[in-house]
């Protein structure tokens, strides 16, 4: 099970940490990521990272403003959002994969129950 928090209401330009807590599955065997989906939009890939955290993956979209990291200890990944702008808002889902792509939806085992990010003009 994920469980997804730290959403809410922020002005552009704003910070909000994302956290996601893992529990019933060997956390540290699974790489994790971010994903979005904003109203009337598809799922999109936002950030992932490998099982120890060495590699780190982000949409163009995001590059330079978000930070994906996890402590293997907390069985938790955290989402950094920084530089916020309108077009961040959506709803954020974090990912447990089994394989495959980092990029595609369709790999990834587990997922949480979304967290909304609303980012005001």
């Known amino acids: 099970q994920l469980q997804a928090s730290g959403g809410g209401l922020v002005q552009a330009g704003g910070s909000l940490r994302l956290s996601c807590a893992a529990s019933g599955l060997t956390f540290n065997n699974y790489p994790m990521a971010w994903f979005r989906q904003a109203p009337g939009k598809e799922r999109e890939f936002v950030a992932a990272?490998?099982?120890?955290?060495?590699?780190?993956y982000y949409a163009d979209s995001v590059k330079g403003r978000f930070t994906i990291s996890r402590d293997n200890r907390k069985n938790t990944v955290y989402l950094q959002m920084n530089s916020l702008k309108p077009e961040d808002t959506a709803v954020y889902y974090c990912?447990?994969?089994?394989?495959?792509?980092?990029?595609?939806?369709?790999?990834?085992?587990?997922w949480g129950q979304g967290t909304l990010v609303t980012v005001s003009s």
């Open positions: 990912a447990a994969q089994g394989g495959g792509s980092y990029y595609y939806s369709g790999d990834y085992d587990y």
């Open positions: 990272l490998s099982w120890s955290g060495g590699t780190t």
